[in-house]
């Protein structure tokens, strides 16, 4: 019986020994590509996108120098972690780590600053004249003559334009009987004006082949806050005739319209009823051809671009192009998320909508206020010729206070049924003040 116990430890050692010495498989080395934001303000919580490769659910993100945060895995190329408001300021690394020990750091990957807290901004929207159509009374300008010219202008903003005024500098055309100023008065949203103006060709168009016309408009709001506009309009310039039989008298053609299509971004909505530094947002647009002919292969570039080797202007001249370049545009306070700016709308026909959708994200350093996002629209009509609209948006940021509600003393033994009082004290842990205008109350 000694004998079979000794054999019987003899193999549990041995067993023992062979898993503490069987090779355990190893992770891959994580790795760090970027931080994003990588500027934050100390006085908000921010959440942090870190990319990079060889991630696993059980990673820990590491802002050394201050401690681990709290974080969510996405993918094997993606972590967010959750960055408390009062960081002190500074410049930090951030570090990944696996349950097996390994890690990745990444050296100056995020700066902390202050803040000093702005007023949140009123909503406001504003009104947006843009060209519908032109013409004048003769196809092609002779130089040296009498002409009327007519201007259709739509309100593409959310609210009515004021005080309308439209100012035409001498240039190739000279403005005759009312010295080249028209007022239009009031177009509400969504609404037309037209109005004509008597002109005279110069004769310096002798021997050109386009003649420009720059008109000016100036209107308000209801609040009275001043918009400009400045439309550059082209018309084609009538050859000399060679010399030959006497030309023959012949009734003078009625002027057409330009056929066109014209892309106008009728509303937007964001999913997120206040935009907050550091947050993520759905921006919806409805778009809209108030042109009178179709666009096709339509492209929106959020933050501004271009249709290469177009000639972008409201007058609809065009040269053939190929490609599209969204690189250059605008992105200090909003920046796509998890898909580049451009996105391929299809065709739009003359008079419908479409919607377009882009996830972006507000900047951590940016402050509260209101700041415009430039639209870019490339697209071509039926006859392949190509065009870039470019808008504008507002966007609001807010920086809502943030609260703290705790006991400012020990509340003592608490008894049932008997009436006692809670020493509670509010404090505003942010820097911008609540709509009580609160900020430490006692109990």
């Given at each position: 019986?000694?004998?079979?116990?000794?054999?019987?430890?003899?193999?549990?050692?041995?067993?023992?020994?062979?898993?503490?010495?069987?090779?355990?498989?190893?992770?891959?080395?994580?790795?760090?590509?970027?931080?994003?934001?990588?500027?934050?303000?100390?006085?908000?919580?921010?959440?942090?996108?870190?990319?990079?490769?060889?991630?696993?659910?059980?990673?820990?993100?590491?802002?050394?120098?201050?401690?681990?945060?709290?974080?969510?895995?996405?993918?094997?190329?993606?972590?967010?972690?959750?960055?408390?408001?009062?960081?002190?300021?500074?410049?930090?690394?951030?570090?990944?780590?696996?349950?097996?020990?390994?890690?990745?750091t990444?050296?100056?990957?995020?700066?902390?600053?202050?803040?000093?807290?702005?007023?949140?901004?009123?909503?406001?929207?504003?009104?947006?004249?843009?060209?519908?159509?032109?013409?004048?009374?003769?196809v092609?300008?002779?130089?040296?003559?009498?002409?009327?010219?007519?201007?259709?202008?739509?309100?593409?903003?959310?609210?009515?334009?004021?005080?309308?005024v439209?100012?035409?500098?001498?240039?190739?055309?000279?403005?005759?009987?009312?010295?080249?100023?028209?007022?239009?008065?009031t177009?509400?949203?969504?609404?037309?004006?037209?109005?004509?103006?008597?002109?005279?060709?110069?004769?310096?168009?002798?021997?050109?082949?386009?003649?420009t016309?720059?008109?000016?408009?100036?209107?308000?709001?209801?609040?009275?806050?001043?918009?400009?506009?400045?439309?550059?309009?082209?018309?084609?310039?009538?050859?000399?005739?060679?010399?030959?039989?006497?030309?023959?008298?012949?009734?003078?053609?009625?002027?057409?319209?330009?056929?066109?299509?014209?892309?106008?971004?009728?509303?937007?909505?964001?999913?997120v009823?206040?935009?907050?530094?550091?947050?993520?947002?759905?921006?919806?647009?409805?778009?809209?051809?108030?042109?009178?002919?179709?666009?096709?292969?339509?492209?929106?570039?959020?933050?501004?671009?271009?249709?290469?080797?177009?000639?972008?202007?409201?007058?609809?001249?065009?040269?053939?192009?190929?490609?599209?370049s969204?690189?250059s545009?605008?992105?200090?306070?909003?920046?796509?998320?998890?898909?580049?700016?451009?996105?391929?709308?299809?065709?739009?026909?003359?008079?419908?909508?479409?919607?377009?959708?882009?996830?972006?994200?507000?900047?951590?350093?940016?402050?509260?206020g209101?700041?415009?996002?430039?639209?870019?629209?490339?697209?071509?009509?039926?006859?392949?010729?190509?065009?870039?609209?470019?808008?504008?948006?507002?966007?609001?940021?807010?920086?809502?206070?943030?609260?703290?509600?705790?006991f400012?003393?020990?509340?003592?033994?608490?008894?049932?049924?008997?009436?006692?009082?809670?020493?509670?004290?509010?404090?505003?842990?942010?820097?911008?003040?609540?709509?009580?205008?609160?900020?430490?109350?006692?109990?």
């Open positions: 019986m000694e004998r079979v116990s000794t054999v019987r430890k003899t193999l549990l050692i041995l067993l023992t020994l062979g898993l503490l010495l069987t090779p355990r498989p190893a992770w891959a080395a994580p790795t760090i590509t970027s931080v994003q934001p990588n500027a934050v303000s100390s006085a908000n919580a921010v959440t942090l996108v870190v990319t990079g490769a060889g991630f696993t659910n059980d990673a820990v993100v590491v802002v050394e120098g201050y401690g681990a945060l709290g974080t969510t895995f996405v993918s094997a190329t993606v972590l967010t972690a959750a960055l408390p408001a009062g960081v002190p300021t500074g410049v930090y690394a951030v570090t990944v780590i696996l349950s097996d020990a390994s890690s990745a990444l050296p100056n990957a995020l700066t902390v600053t202050g803040s000093t807290a702005t007023p949140a901004p009123t909503a406001f929207a504003r009104p947006l004249l843009v060209v519908q159509s032109y013409g004048a009374s003769s092609e300008i002779p130089p040296g003559v009498d002409l009327d010219f007519e201007m259709t202008l739509v309100n593409a903003g959310q609210s009515t334009a004021t005080n309308i439209a100012t035409f500098p001498s240039g190739d055309f000279v403005p005759r009987v009312t010295g080249g100023v028209r007022a239009i008065g177009v509400d949203p969504g609404q037309t004006a037209r109005f004509f103006q008597p002109l005279a060709s110069s004769v310096s168009l002798a021997g050109k082949t386009i003649a016309l720059e008109v000016k408009v100036s209107y308000t709001d209801a609040n009275g806050t001043p918009y400009n506009e400045t439309f550059t309009l082209t018309f084609p310039v009538a050859q000399p005739q060679r010399s030959g039989p006497a030309a023959t008298a012949t009734p003078t053609p009625t002027a057409r319209p330009a056929l066109r299509p014209q892309l106008v971004v009728t509303s937007s909505s964001t999913d009823s206040q935009l907050q530094p550091g947050g993520r947002f759905m921006l919806n647009l409805s778009v809209q051809n108030v042109g009178n002919a179709n666009a096709k292969r339509v492209t929106v570039i959020v933050g501004g671009g271009t249709s290469a080797g177009t000639t972008t202007g409201a007058s609809g001249t065009a040269q053939p192009g190929g490609g599209v969204g690189a545009g605008e992105f200090a306070n909003f920046a796509p998320l998890n898909s580049s700016n451009v996105q391929f709308l299809g065709d739009l026909a003359a008079g419908a909508s479409i919607t377009a959708q882009q996830i972006l994200i507000v900047n951590a350093s940016t402050k509260p209101a700041y415009t996002l430039k639209l870019s629209f490339a697209y071509t009509d039926d006859k392949n010729s190509s065009f870039t609209d470019d808008q504008v948006g507002t966007l609001l940021v807010y920086q809502p206070p943030l609260l703290d509600l705790s400012y003393r020990d509340p003592g033994p608490l008894f049932a049924g008997q009436p006692n009082s809670l020493p509670l004290q509010v404090v505003n842990l942010g820097r911008s003040v609540p709509p009580s205008g609160c900020g430490s109350c006692g109990d």
